[in-house]
Nanobody, 133 residues
Framework: QSQLVQSGGGLAQPGGSLRLSCAASGFTLDYHGISWFRQAPGKEREGIACISSHPDGDGSTLYADSVKGRFTVSRDNADNTVYLQMNSLQTEDTAIYYC???????????????????????WGQGTQVTVSS
C-alpha cells in the first residue's frame, strides 16, 4: 500500500534547528514532485517548499518567502526519502507540517504559485513543530 510516513519535529528554541523526514513506501518518490505545507492554529494552510521530480525538473527546489534562506529540501533516493531541514527557527514557524507527493505536472516541475494548489496523490500524516523559549 502506498503511503508517506513522516518523522522528526518536536520542540525547539528560537534560533534552533529541526529536520523532518518524509519516507515513501509502495511507490518511487523520485518520480513525484514533493511539496511541504504547514498549518498553524487559526491560519490558512501555507505551501512552504517544493522539490521537483528528477525526470521532469532535475530535482530543482522552490521556497516560500517566509522560509527561504532558512529551510532546505533534499532527496535521498537510496532511502526513498525527502527531508526538510529547518534552521534559524522562529516562533512563527510553530505549526503542523505535512509532506505531499504529486504526479501533477505543476508539482513535478515546481511551477511558481501553481504547485501549491495542484492535486496531491499522497499526504503524510503530519508532525507538530513547536518553537518556544
Amino acid at each position: 500500500q502506498s503511503q508517506l510516513v513522516q518523522s522528526g519535529g518536536g520542540l525547539a528554541q528560537p534560533g534552533g534547528s529541526l529536520r523532518l523526514s518524509c519516507a515513501a513506501s509502495g511507490f518511487t518518490l523520485d518520480y513525484h514532485g514533493i511539496s511541504w505545507f504547514r498549518q498553524a492554529p487559526g491560519k490558512e494552510r501555507e505551501g512552504i517548499a517544493c522539490i521537483s521530480s528528477h525526470p521532469d525538473g532535475d530535482g530543482s527546489t522552490l521556497y516560500a518567502d517566509s522560509v527561504k534562506g532558512r529551510f532546505t529540501v533534499s532527496r535521498d533516493n537510496a532511502d526513498n526519502t525527502v527531508y526538510l531541514q529547518m534552521n534559524s527557527l522562529q516562533t512563527e514557524d510553530t505549526a503542523i507540517y505535512y509532506c505531499a507527493a504529486s504526479e501533477d505536472l505543476m508539482v513535478k516541475l515546481c511551477v511558481p504559485t501553481d504547485w501549491e494548489r495542484s492535486p496531491v496523490d499522497h499526504w503524510g500524516q503530519g508532525t507538530q513543530v513547536t518553537v518556544s523559549s
